[in-house]
């Protein structure tokens, strides 16, 4: 049996409907992985679409647990594999995403992580749209967030190193895990091409929870760049209550 190469962990809870979608394009990849589905007690199609993947899974449980960094947190834990990645249960990663995320750390043996760019698909009408993403900058990244969390991959030295995601964040862990490895590893590393994909529909946390989504990053800018720039006060107006209306 071939030695996984990437540990996935893919946090869920009621998003049945999404979940087969992502494992698919987990097991299509052209890498070893080793996937570990950590669901929160869902009470929707969830359970009988673990069952179908069952055989193909390292991994999983479904019980109430203490939110979705904890549940990030617990399945890469389980894990062995050198590089680590988690994908929610709503997004998907395109064919080739590993292979080629890997391929860079593997020919950049300093890097401490690498990402790509990725589409924001919306759910209803199918409409495709690039994430935000950059080449990384201290200062663009306190500006905001240019790397996308589906399009990533991390050593494992690197994600044990600072301790995982923080399980007190709920909606920009992923922006504060970017800081912390920026800070005690060194600068992450941009591949310019398209890994993967983020889902968008009206269920998502960063639509129903808005405010707090802008109270957590701002706090993250803080914390980690000592300052606040001008643009996260002046944009917040429209990215709290304008886009409430217009979540797409």
């Not at 990849?29 to 929707?44: A, H, I, K, M």
């Not at 912390?180 to 993967?196: C, E, K, L, N, S």
């Not at 606040?228 to 217009?246: D, G, I």
Request: contains cysteine; charged residues 20%.
């Amino acid at each position: 049996m071939v030695a996984p190469l990437v540990t996935i962990a893919v946090p869920s809870f009621n998003q049945g409907r999404f979940l087969g979608d992502a494992l698919t394009s987990i097991f299509l990849q052209e890498v070893p992985v080793e996937v570990f589905v950590l669901d929160g007690g869902s009470t929707d199609c969830t359970f009988e679409i673990i069952q179908k993947w069952e055989h193909r899974l390292a991994g999983w449980r479904s019980h109430r647990d203490a939110g979705q960094a904890a549940a990030i947190n617990e399945g890469i834990a389980k894990g062995t594999a050198p590089y680590v990645c988690w994908l929610n249960s709503d997004d998907w990663f395109l064919p080739g995403a590993l292979s080629r995320l890997v391929s860079k750390l593997e020919n950049q043996p300093e890097i401490p992580m690498a990402y790509g760019r990725a589409w924001n698909v919306v759910q209803d009408s199918g409409k495709r749209y690039p994430v935000w993403v950059e080449p990384f900058s201290e200062r663009r990244l306190a500006m905001r967030c240019i790397i996308s969390q589906p399009a990533t991959l991390i050593r494992r030295a690197v994600w044990d190193g600072v301790g995982g995601v923080d399980g007190k964040l709920h909606m920009a862990m992923d922006y504060d895990l970017w800081w912390r490895i920026f800070r005690a590893w060194g600068t992450p590393q941009f591949m310019d091409g398209y890994v993967a994909v983020n889902r968008v529909h009206a269920d998502t946390k960063t639509n129903t929870q808005r405010a707090r989504h802008y109270r957590e990053a701002i706090d993250v800018v803080r914390n980690h760049y000592g300052s606040v720039p001008l643009k996260w006060w002046l944009a917040q107006p429209y990215a709290v209550w304008f886009k409430s209306f217009r979540p797409y």
